[in-house]
DNA sequence: TTGTAGGCGTTATCAT
DNA sequence: ATGATAACGCCTACAA
């Protein structure tokens, strides 16, 4: 066991190890990296002289010298949306195939934090960034990656396609929420979720509006009610809101833009008395855990949340160590699990 | 804009700057460390040289000089339990004030990916480890103090004081469920969740024995149902098999050791057609947003989740930065939120 | 006001 | 098999 360092003591070096165990610095050095060159015998004297004095390791030394970290970093839109932990799940289980530490950044959607983890990651030499901006179009982003850091955009795509980008495909997402209750019958829906000001939001009422307008329904039965986040809370104000209607001009089915939002308006409708999916049917996205534990089951839009983590670090890998890297636009396709919220018990 | 950096060039260092600017390092290192020394036009000149060629400051250079970081670490126990994100944003706010970063991390509940990040954070010289452990007991954790890096333990206490631990009386907060339940009449009760190796779950159930003892009742009226976890899904596995038997024999009342196993017990009842509370009552713990966003809104038992979060890390920069720091246990005092899956609708 | 130089801890090269 | 040493990028005395 490490005896406790003095008070004030800074963690030896391995200069003081070569020094306690009467070899030099280089000796100690190989001990560490290339083992095979040393002697059995002085091998496991620099050994017990590092247990002895509690050696640890000087990682910004290293990696002054090497020029590079062995750290990924994920910038998190929200992270108490169990959609974007389970994506740093997939980019985790990709960095840990390759021995490389993730640093897991939330900016909360603001910007203002986003940018300031994002300078600071860059200052650390991380080898890459993977981020789920606040804006994808961000000019800031481009510059990161020319001045020498890759970057991956998770979840959003880039008009022009100067970054490489991992996303499902959004629009596909709605369009497959809508006809599944186009099919269902229903006649008059809402679209809740918000601000439009995100993307995810804009490109799944959009397949939602597609899918409309190809069935022939009127666009005035097809209402979008507005939130200004996309949390649990928001959607109860929202589906509270929406639900006090008469029967008569009350949505029969509500398409939200994720998950949080599904629960707060399937909260709303079963506080206001509303069978679900009888009086009215909830579809969600994103298919986090929570939506399959609901009280009712919800419906949702599932995405590879894990797989798109896994690719998005890989992809970054590949930017950061392949010179012949070439920049990819990987898309997915979500599909629709059906659950009691529409389907009812079968 | 900065220019793109031929394929290959590396990020430029203040050398190339002073090069580029006609000045020696030192005036850049000013610059950026102490402007006022600097003459506004030179200042100038070597602030477009910077912009111009892409510099990025070397944290591993600026930390290995410094000898130590601006970085504070959280190892969570689980990141996909809103808990622990809401723990980690108040660590995180606190870190904010004191401009520092935190790096966040994810055990899993497993002790080798615990270890592993915990040697790649001593290896980054962190200010300061924050951790909800696998076993609070572990040997290890002394050690990494003892090496230099202090360690505060979070949500949980250790025996022997020997770190700084901030947590919440989970005994107590076991308590506070049952004399609820107790009060509202109900004489036959569960308790749901496990392992028993957590010491949260414990303390929990310990707790909620008391209170019964306290109240006179049978021991074996408050019956144990074990989970693997605590997940939702577990809850929902447990509570269908708790209250599929008859209502002679199943418990009114469900107290479990967390909000996810709680919701698990909710869906279960709700799918098995009981009316919670009337034929079920159901408690949770921690009090995650989710659990006032259920379907049928929770009664949990609420810790300061933030608070537990800013708190553990002042206690760690204390010790980080003050010789006359004092390992400390704090411990905060849980309260009942009363919500509809007790109360039913009033 | 600006320049020079030493050193932080590590690794790799080159000697011995 | 082991030792000496330069270099990574930055910061800060100290010198000019």
Redesign the interface.
């Known amino acids: 066991?490490?005896r406790?360092?003095a008070?004030?003591t800074?963690?030896p070096s391995i200069k003081d190890v070569a020094a306690a165990a009467q070899v030099s610095v280089g000796t100690v050095s190989n001990v560490l990296n290339r083992p095979e060159l040393v002697s059995p015998a002085t091998r496991d004297r620099v050994e017990r002289t590092m247990a002895d004095l509690?050696f640890?390791?000087?990682?910004?030394?290293?990696?002054?010298r090497a020029?590079t970290?062995r750290t990924l970093a994920y910038v998190m839109l929200d992270?108490?949306n169990?959609f974007f932990?389970?994506v740093?799940?997939g980019i985790?289980e990709a960095a840990d195939e390759l021995d490389l530490?993730?640093?897991?950044?939330?900016s909360n959607s603001r910007a203002s934090r986003e940018s300031s983890?994002l300078a600071?990651l860059?200052?650390?030499?991380v080898q890459g960034i993977l981020i789920t901006p606040v804006d994808a179009e961000s000019e800031g982003l481009a510059?990161i990656a020319?001045?020498?850091t890759p970057v991956v955009v998770v979840d959003r795509t880039r008009r022009d396609a100067d970054l490489c980008s991992v996303s499902v495909d959004d629009r596909r997402g709605g369009r497959l929420a809508v006809e599944h209750l186009i099919e269902l019958g229903h006649r008059r829906i809402a679209f809740v979720g918000g601000p439009l000001s995100i993307g995810q939001v804009r490109d799944r009422i959009d397949g939602a509006r597609a899918a409309w307008r190809a069935a022939n329904r009127p666009a005035d039965a097809l209402v979008h009610v507005p939130t200004d986040a996309l949390t649990?809370?928001d959607g109860?104000a929202a589906g509270a809101r929406l639900l006090a209607q008469s029967s008569r001009r009350r949505p029969t089915a509500v398409f939200c833009a994720n998950d949080l939002v599904a629960?707060?308006v399937?909260?709303a409708a079963?506080q206001a008395g509303l069978r679900v999916p009888d009086d009215v049917a909830i579809v969600g996205y994103d298919d986090i855990?929570?939506a399959a534990?609901?009280?009712?089951?919800l419906t949702s839009v599932r995405q590879p949340r894990v797989e798109l983590g896994r690719t998005a670090a890989r992809l970054v890998i590949d930017e950061a160590t392949n010179?012949a890297h070439e920049h990819q636009q990987v898309v997915f396709e979500p599909d629709l699990v059906t659950r009691a919220s529409t389907l009812g018990v079968r």
Chains 1, 2 share one sequence.
């Open positions: 066991m490490a406790r360092p008070a004030g800074r963690i509690g640890v390791r000087n990682e910004s030394a290293r990696q002054l020029g970290s992270a108490s169990p932990t389970d740093a799940r985790e530490s993730l640093f897991l950044c939330n983890h600071r860059q200052q650390q030499r510059e020319r001045r020498g649990v809370a109860t629960l707060g399937l909260r079963l855990d929570f534990a609901a009280a009712i089951p010179v």
